[in-house]
């Protein structure tokens, strides 16, 4: 058996046509047919039941293709990787960050590794945190940055930063001058709040449970940035990171009584091969967000 026996073996399964699993991998029929021939005669087994112009697989092939499967994953992930080994001239960084993250923390890192490494495509999946951790479990986001606490076993993570949750007012709000604010108290304002799969609306409403508290909730948004000029025009209050009010003249930043605060990791499927690509980017990340903590501290 060869690579190439079993990539047109598969293809054929998964195709159910020798015509088309030829067209597909870019050979003429007859090579595809002679593939899949030699094949047989070298297993001395019939893979393919050919009957009435169709074409499925034997018990005997449905074997195969188990291993078939692994086999070729196990050459996709080794050409990757050796590919990567050299050097990162080439290369996409695929990740998945919330949106809130998106606008107000990684615009300056995702410029500055695009100038650390040119060569390197970087494309930005901008999911809330909860549908990010679903997607690289099922496979389809090689790696995105989600919120710490109880996480699968399933990812690999390396937490990078913690980040204050703080209460969002407008200024000249009856409460902009508080030094903190009780979630109880909180609660009692009208309220422009994120909908159902943010993580900040689970945060909060998962204290609220805890306190048998029940906030008054006016507007409801996907949208961040709508909640900020909700906010502004006087609408309500809301919850934020602290990172999205500072420098705002605005909104008004009051920590939480006790205060908040959310962990953020970057994560990747345990066990899938990791690109130099994408290791390279969560290095950066480490590296860079540790000058971010150092800088909050000395302030």
Request: glycine share 6%; charged share 25%; hydrophobic share 45%.
């Amino acid at each position: 058996m060869d690579i190439r026996q079993l990539r047109a073996f598969a293809t054929i399964a998964r195709l159910n046509n020798f015509t088309r699993a030829a067209e597909e991998l870019h050979i003429a029929q007859p090579a595809v047919s002679m593939a899949i021939r030699k094949l047989e005669e070298e297993l001395e087994l019939t893979l393919f039941s050919r009957q009435d112009r169709k074409v499925t697989l034997t018990a005997e092939g449905e074997i195969l293709l188990e291993h078939a499967r692994r086999i070729l994953a196990d050459h996709e992930a080794a050409r990757q990787e050796m590919a990567g080994l050299r050097g990162l001239e080439k290369g996409e960084v695929r990740v998945g960050i919330p949106p809130m993250m998106s606008s107000y923390f990684f615009p300056l890192i995702i410029r500055d590794f695009a100038h650390r490494y040119p060569g390197l495509q970087l494309s930005v999946l901008g999911e809330g945190a909860w549908r990010i951790q679903r997607l690289i479990s099922q496979g389809e986001l090689d790696m995105g940055v989600i919120a710490g606490g109880q996480l699968p076993e399933t990812l690999e993570t390396r937490h990078f930063l913690r980040e204050e949750v703080v209460v969002c007012l407008p200024t000249g709000h009856p409460l902009a001058e508080r030094k903190a604010i009780p979630l109880a108290e909180f609660t009692r304002q009208p309220l422009v709040f994120f909908k159902d799969g943010y993580f900040l609306r689970e945060m909060i409403f998962d204290r609220l449970r805890k306190g048998a508290l029940q906030p008054q909730i006016v507007f409801e948004t996907n949208l961040f940035t709508l909640v900020k000029s909700l906010v502004k025009g006087g609408m309500g209050i809301s919850t934020v990171l602290r990172m999205v009010v500072t420098g705002d003249p605005e909104l008004v930043a009051v920590p939480f009584d006790p205060p908040l605060h959310l962990d953020l990791v970057i994560a990747w499927k345990k066990g899938a091969y990791l690109s130099r690509a994408n290791r390279a980017f969560v290095d950066f990340l480490l590296e860079r967000t540790r000058d971010y903590s150092r800088s909050a501290e000395a302030d």
